[in-house]
């Protein structure tokens, strides 16, 4: 985040958010493969089926949700996703959409807390 903020000084503060949120998203693909390989280690599936279509059907809004607001839990979500097989660039591409607000978000709030204390000291 410091070098967001840093280069965001410097850059564009939107396309440094951009490249910041995308590199965000990649990083979150270990998560998703570390899910896709635990098929293969664990053969058997313990889910009922009623809970699996549940999980499935609200993924896409959890894995929005969870990349947009910085938490712990969208390291166990990208596990999930890449267990229940969700689509990979289908994951890449909510986890970008994700990334980039929540980047665009952290680099403008800091950006007018840097402006707003220089103005305060001249």
Known sequence: MP???AAALVLNPMAVAVVGGTGGAIGELSGYFLGRSSRK??????LPDWLRRRAERCL???????????SPFAD??????????CPVWKFLVLTIIGKVVQ????????????????????
């Open 41 to 46: 280690v664990i053969k058997k599936d313990k």
């Open 76 to 85: 166990a979500v990208a596990i999930i996703a890449g267990r229940l097989c």
């Open 60 to 70: 896409p809004l959890t894995i929005l949700l969870t990349s947009a607001i910085p």
């Open 3 to 5: 070098i967001l903020v």
């Open 103 to 122: 980047s665009t978000v952290l680099v403008h709030l800091a950006l007018w807390n840097i402006f707003l204390v220089r103005s305060w000291f001249g």
